[in-house]
């Protein structure tokens, strides 16, 4: 049997939940949902997996354990890399590489991943490949604005976008977790809005 697709929209909060104390982290209103079609690893699996059985107009109040989210964060993510590795014809990137800067990254499998910049030294650049939201109990609470079967252009032009034609997200504001090509709709939700992206999202 032919799995379905489905166009959905949702407007959300996001909490992180940090020693019982809870942060709104992103909000996604009415105005400008969160966008994206299931079946193609845009959002968290367990994420998805919550919103797809409610239709348009239900309310949702769900918590994600940082297993179902982004996992542990893990030490052996922060690693320092030569400051020659960001230079171009032999000057440093100070445009794009400062501390607090997210910064694409290639692996030699070609596997694209995004580092936050925490040091330059006169040698080195640490970099935390951890997910900003790694670690953390997140709780998402909302409505879903819109929930459809997907129409066939909808799906073509997703997988075009997942081919390399375009953002990888299929939502209008990039929106987390948001690949778009070399940058990550910094700020996010504008800014991969967190569905997918650079914050909820599957990037």
């Known amino acids: 049997m032919e799995k379905q697709n489905f166009y959905v929209a949702v407007s959300y909060q996001l909490y992180a939940d940090e020693n019982g104390e809870q942060t709104l982290i992103e909000e996604a209103p009415k105005a400008e949902p969160f966008q994206w079609i299931s079946g193609f690893g ?73 580092g936050k910049v925490l040091a330059i030294t006169d040698e080195k650049v640490k970099l935390d490949l951890n997910h900003p939201l790694a670690g953390k109990t997140l709780r998402f609470a909302g409505e879903v604005v819109e929930k459809r079967e997907a129409t066939n252009n909808e799906i073509q032009g997703m997988l075009a976008r997942l081919s390399g034609e375009g953002c990888g997200c299929g939502c209008h504001d990039c929106g987390g977790d948001c690949n778009c090509d070399d940058h990550q709709c910094e700020g996010d939700k504008g800014d991969c809005g967190c569905g997918c992206g650079h914050h909820h999202g599957s990037c």
């Open 42 to 114: 845009m959002t968290i699996d367990a994420f998805e997996n919550k919103i797809l059985p409610l239709q348009t107009g239900e309310k949702f109040d769900f918590t994600l354990t940082k297993e179902e989210a982004y996992g542990n964060y893990e030490d052996f993510r922060v690693i320092e890399l030569d400051r020659e590795t960001f230079s171009i014809n032999g000057h440093f990137d100070h445009e794009n590489i400062f501390v607090d800067a997210i910064v694409p990254l290639q692996n030699e499998e070609g596997n694209r991943f995004y």
